[in-house]
């Protein structure tokens, strides 16, 4: 039987994650700061709602729901279809899983363009996951950990002076 809590809690696992995280996460506020260079800005329509219902909706259900649709499902069927994980498949994967994640993004054509990167991350970490542990319920939770600490700091950061 597999040990999720030892699994979730590997300094290596962890690490990784907050890396992942951590570049999701500087990437946007880099993107973001050209973007404002060209009068431009990022807005996403949850924006207006209250903080509760920004922790729910983006820490929460997004990173639950965004993963399974996203990362989880694409690589379920790919993997169907390719029988051997090759690195064609991966490349396919990773491109398919990124292009629906960006384009669900679609507030504007700058916010797809930047959920390229994070989709990458997100796509490429679950491949290391899965690669590790040859199932897919651990790399589903681990891509649900960074989306949410991803989320969370953008949502908390909307706070900052």
């Known amino acids: 039987m597999v040990n999720y809590y030892e699994i979730f809690l590997e300094r290596r696992n962890v690490f990784f994650v907050l890396s992942m995280a951590g570049l999701a996460i500087l990437f946007s506020f880099l993107f973001s700061y050209l973007l404002s260079l060209f009068g431009l800005q990022l807005i996403n329509p949850i924006d207006c709602h209250s903080f509760t219902e920004k922790i729910i909706v983006a820490v929460v259900l997004a990173p639950l729901f965004e993963s399974w649709i996203f990362q989880y499902l694409p690589f379920f069927y790919l993997q169907k279809l390719y029988k051997e994980e090759t690195g ?41 996951f899965y ?18 600490l991803v989320n969370l700091i953008a949502t908390l950061s909307d706070y900052l002076p």
């Open 88 to 128: 064609l498949f991966k490349w396919f994967y990773i491109v398919i899983s990124t292009l629906l994640f960006s384009i669900q993004h679609y507030y504007s054509i700058w916010y797809i363009i930047a959920m390229i990167v994070p989709g990458i991350l997100l796509a490429y970490s679950f491949l290391h």
């Open 131 to 148: 690669a590790l542990y040859k199932n897919l319920i651990v790399p589903f939770w681990f891509i649900v950990i960074i989306h949410a």
